[in-house]
């Protein structure tokens, strides 16, 4: 009823001046907020893309060197070359102790020497075993012949005689048949005895041969040039070994057996680099790009290379929730260096083709929207949401399409700032790429 009392007019001017206080006072926290948030300018120009990895030296040729594969036990180091040592090809790297392959060597030289004398006995033997024979077979012979006179005499002997010539005929032809088989078996006697020697002979040869060949071994020579690198002697633990433990490597004096490897030489003059890079860089790779390569190991250095071999698959496994898949890449070096080593580690820096009229934004202006890349473009109310595609990224930089030279976009998600200052606005969810 007090209502009634009171003008229209003024009471509507009132709730107009109450409406607009509040208005200007929106726009008030909206243009401060507005005004807090950085912004960066789209820019177009050439870029030079660049690739950052690491990787470890390797060889791409090396040499086992390995006890020679002997009988009789294990071998003894008498000479071995420090690990860093350069060697050519045909340089001994490794010696073990050949004494035992020396005295094996005499042994065979002196049962050859045996079995040659015993081959001229037997020869000799046999020559005077075959006259023996031929003279008893012309006494056997001639016996048999004056037994047939005798007996051809029959007519005018007695028949007590004209018997015994017939029994003393008898007697000779046994004897002469029974020479002739003895002749036989010592002429197969005889040349049974010479094989058993000349066999003798030649397993003493094959036993020198085999000595000479196991002394020459014990010098391990070096098949390629390059440089040495001893390995660990697993035999000084003793049998027991843990995580971590240092072995120390092979050196003169130690005990090794035949077929374990000793040292190896690896060729210096040609070294490549195994990498990987992510799988969002993997496009942006080709085969024969330039690669510059700083080595841990050696600080202030730098070399170059170019790109050998690109992995056609991702290394990550089906069950692996990590969404940058790694792919292998291999760098071959520009040319030898001989402060470098296998096992160093590097860090790549992957040149690639140059971008030209690319437009770009720092990569901390990119957020994900619903999964999608997404930029806060400034207007003359605030910030509005706009999809991009990216077409590369760098450490500091994303180049982009959807947007033109000059517009500006926000550095941080402006949705967050107004959620902070309690003002309105659309809240996708951010996050750098």
Known sequence: MALKNIPFG????????????????????TQSSTQDIPVAVVKQGELQPKVYTTGELRATQSAMLIAPPIAGGALQIIQLVKTGTPVKKGDVVVAFDPSQQQYNLEQARSD?????QEIVKAKDDSAVQTAQ????????????????LDVSKHEIVSAIDAEKNQLTLDEAKRALAQLQQDIQSHAASNQATIAVDNEKRNKASLAMKQAEENIANMQVRSPINGLAVVQENEDASGGLFFSGMSLPEYQAGDQVSPGRMVAEVIDIDQMEIAAKVSEADRANLKI??????QVDARPGLTVQGKIKTLAGMSGGFFFDDNSAHKFGVTVQLA?????????????????????KHALYVPRQAVFQKDGKATVYV???????????????V????????????????????????????????????????
């Open 112 to 116: 050859f020497a045996q079995a040659e």
């Open 133 to 148: 024979d031929q003279t008893a077979l012309l006494k056997a012979t001639f016996a048999v012949r004056q037994a047939e």
């Open 288 to 293: 024969g790009q330039s690669v510059e390569v």
């Open 10 to 29: 003024p009471l509507v001017l009132f709730a107009l001046a109450t409406v607009s206080l509040a208005s200007c006072a929106a726009r008030g926290a």
């Open 378 to 392: 400034k207007t003359g109310g605030g910030f509005e949401p706009r999809e991009i595609k990216i077409r590369y």
């Open 394 to 433: 760098t450490e500091g930089l994303a180049v982009i399409d959807g947007l033109n030279e000059g517009v500006q976009v926000a550095l941080i998600d402006p949705t967050q700032k107004s959620e902070k200052t309690g003002a309105s606005g659309p809240a996708p969810s951010p996050g750098a790429p």
């Open 335 to 355: 040319q030898a260096n001989d402060e470098l080593r296998p096992g160093f580690t590097t860090r790549l820096v992957i040149l690639g083709d140059p971008l």
